[in-house]
């Protein structure tokens, strides 16, 4: 009689759960519609930075192809032209007044002092 491998369960292909499947999907997002845009798309909202400084007070949110960094306050921003591969700054920016319903979304999305953000990276 034929003894089981026992490494034949080690190199079994693993059952995909819900966890490995919205890891990627920790820092919140928002719906908006900025500038010259056709449609809205979905914005990843950044934490602020930790030191108190020229962009403590500018909110940074970033899609797939678009980056807007805005100031809440008065809701003026640059909004970064369509770029195919990654949003950036790099092929110039274009001025944009960013609605009060985004600001506050984006208030209430940015991440706090505590907030896991990604694979054991926490806000401090």
């Known amino acids: 009689?034929?003894?089981?491998n026992p490494d034949a369960t080690r190199f079994a292909p693993k059952e995909r759960t819900a966890l490995t499947?919205?890891?990627?999907?920790?820092?919140?997002?928002?719906?908006?519609?900025?500038?010259n845009m056709r449609k809205a798309?979905?914005?990843v909202v950044y934490p602020r930075p930790t030191d108190v400084g020229a962009d403590y007070n500018l909110l940074k949110i970033?899609?797939?192809?678009?980056m807007c960094l805005f100031d809440p306050t008065t809701g003026q921003g640059k909004l970064s032209p369509y770029c195919a591969n990654?949003?950036?700054?790099?092929?110039?920016?274009s001025d944009v007044m960013v609605p009060k319903?985004?600001?506050e979304a984006a208030i209430?999305?940015?991440?706090?002092?505590g907030?896991?953000?990604?694979?054991?990276?926490?806000?401090?």
Do not use: W
Not at 62 to 66: C, E, L
Not at 86 to 91: Q, V
Not at 115 to 124: E, F, L, R
């Open 101 to 103: 319903d985004v600001i």
């Open 86 to 93: 990654y949003a950036n700054f790099t092929k110039g920016s």
């Open 115 to 124: 907030d896991a953000i990604g694979g054991g990276v926490y806000i401090a």
């Open 21 to 35: 499947c919205t890891l990627g999907y920790i820092m919140k997002q928002i719906q908006a519609k900025l500038g």
């Open 41 to 43: 798309e979905s914005f």
């Open 1 to 4: 009689m034929q003894e089981a």
């Open 62 to 66: 970033q899609s797939d192809h678009r």
């Open 108 to 113: 209430a999305a940015q991440p706090k002092r």
